[in-house]
């Protein structure tokens, strides 16, 4: 034992060896902040196991040393949720990485929870099946990642979030033992739902290992187009009408506020205006299934009568992939966003879809009022409620953010929202959690946690205002 | 108070009145049994409150006094889930029942959770809406004793099971704290998924008393086809043709084995046999979606695709509701069970789709070599892996039972399957749950289970062996 190390690594190097448990000389350099760029401690020392059974001898060597742990995956999130506060063991999962079999009778997937989300993909898709999840981080986030954070993305509306996407999660506890396993079954009434209690936990009550995975048909069809409405009522109006008469149902259903539409055409050129005129409300509706013929022919009789009936003004149907692309790339324009709008505060919050439009309303007339220069970006998956704001002046004093917060959660917490839809709470969403949570909720929540983890070892600090 | 009441019961009388907390001389003949005749003890009381309020008062009271309370429904539990071992009181949520609220524009329906099942249904189809969940018990049991036990029923293939048609639960806690509320967000990543835990957890972690219910699009044309296979890799190749290829996705995938498929058209002679010729496997294959005429097109061009290629060797296709009516009358034959099997022995298993041909054949194998002469009946939803397996012969011995559940429990646990698919654990299914859970997860239950309910005061004794 180095006379520097703490007891915990000591013992931790005795049973996993060098290889597992590197010191911090090792890992010089090493980057431990996730995409918030929330900043990170370094930890003391940094496990990489390449085995379940390694990861709960670990927990258990943590555990009688009282020694915290922050698991990784991509670092990738967005909450600030894999930081380090000072003091932890660093817990990456990236040797345990690979997809460990697919089974094609019952449309499963077993994996481990250091692969890549689009590994897991492109996986899926050779075997003939869609695995549905979604999300620009996909090449960097992990399964492991997806399922601490519960990750949306773009197919919710559809698919659902992580939490449907899977059928059995295998993860260690605090004290070492391993929960969960490699169970298919779509239906298993025992017990209590500790599969949906450790996803979207951010890693404070279990380290997961591995995960079985259910896969979906591949779509053979997608249909889209984009339309311009003149009211939110006419746009909740589509969303109900598509989802009752399209033939193969919603697979998004992405709404852009006229500030958004009009600043991403104008600060980027490439982009071509799908529609002639301008509109109050934009939607880039896409339908996908399984019979090409049919449901384009379907798709295009529904935007024909939505736009005699005068639900909406306007509508671009794509004829091709490549213009289904030019849709899309309106919407994917927040890849942009760090070179467009540096120093902007952005917001993941959601609503009730009947909410959406005047909650909308009032943050931004509130914005206005205090910043009335200021670039207000809207728009989100409106077929789930989830609304992405993004505010930003050039030279506003540093002091800005808290205030701008204040408005968009405050509007939040006025129209019972959610501040977090999905991107978690972490660390950066702490302040602000009891906005969306009760004090009996938070209570039980607390509760849950000292059950499981009651050495406040796994992630401590995050998730759950102290 | 009376001389003979309980100090927890003239508490509750004090405080809530007579009219809601009521004396065991007032409830005399009261049936406290569910549909498994699970027998029950006389509670001490009845308290049959009318608001969450009044809940949280008699929980808050109950708490005080360690008095047990069991929460109970509609009474139509398989599982034994709410009837008395002695000394508690039942909390009846008969009063709390009625539609609340219907949100359009969210696709949302708020009702109290005494309210019956069929009561929703009706009310989200008069909406204009569908609520999926369906189950045999629909006009007595309620959404509360749904959402308690995650009710399953006949379109889970398609639209989940209870845990997916809900937005938010409002429940209260053993300490008569309230959580979850009146939310209708879709995506809310604040902090640990207690609605996922309160749901399911059968009465013994709170009682639920308010509901968003997720109301679904109804379906505008119902497509259906009873088929014959001759192999069970035929029958899971149908299934995943179908979810790949019919354009509204499949709606039921029930199996049924030939020993079911005779026995039934033999002993109700008002069934008709769909197919002319016997086959190894039956299936009823249901697609339902929003275009009847590109529908039904899809849905036969499917069929005889099927049958060109040999993965069926005979098909009926509905051309009437009338035809899927008899199609669905030999799957709802259980209903009959009563008259035709009496001191059958039923189980609910499920298992990964994959394994499900060799486990029947594994379990009727080894209940023919114990009992030569006995009807043994197999169907079940087999999109979701779930089995019924049904065993009975008319001049059993007392102690047979337990000896046929030792056999299929014994292959259930073989392919780690699930010992309770959809009914729950309850009191039946203590001894058995081992079976499908480790000891380090029951220990995990168990945890939670202390954490939110320390003094063990809600439903004790049911889901978890002591």
Known sequence: MHDSELPAVAALRDALGADVVSLPADFAGRKHADWSRTPSADPVALIRPRTTEQVATALRICHEHRQAVVTQGGLTGLAGGACMLGGEVALSLERMSGIESIDRVGSAMTVLAGTPLQTVQEAADDAGFMFPLDLGARGSCTIGGNLATNAGGNRVIKYGMMREQVLDVEAVLADGNVVGGLRKMIKNNTGYD????????????????????????????????????????????????????????????????????????????????????????????????????????????????????????????????????????IRDAPGEYPRLIPGRVSFDVSFSIADVGEAARHAQAQLREQWPRATILIYGHLGDGNLHIVVQEPDWPADTAPRVQAVVYGVTAEFGGSVSAEHGIGLKKLGVIALSRTPAELAAMRAVKHALDPLNLLNPGKLLPA
Chains 1, 2 share one sequence.
Not at 224 to 253: I, K, M, N, W
Not at 271 to 282: F, G, M, T
């Open 194 to 329: 500790l599969r949906n209690l450790l996803i979207g936990s951010e890693g404070t009550l279990a380290v997961i290992t591995r995960a079985v995975l259910r896969l979906r048909p591949k779509p053979r069809a997608v249909s889209t187009a984009f339309c311009g409405a003149t009211s939110y009522d006419a746009v909740t109006t589509l969303l109900h009408a598509a989802q009752e008469r399209l033939p193969a149902g919603v697979s998004a259903f992405e709404v852009m506020w006229p500030g958004y539409y009009d600043f991403v055409l104008e600060r980027l050129p490439e982009l071509r205006a799908p529609l002639a005129e301008r509109h109050a409300y934009y939607v880039l509706l896409e339908s996908s299934g399984a019979d090409p013929e049919r449901q384009a022919e379907a798709f295009e009789d529904f935007l024909s009568d939505m736009l005699e009936s005068g639900v909406i003004a306007d509508a671009a149907l794509a004829s091709s992939e490549a213009d289904a692309a030019v849709f899309w790339a």
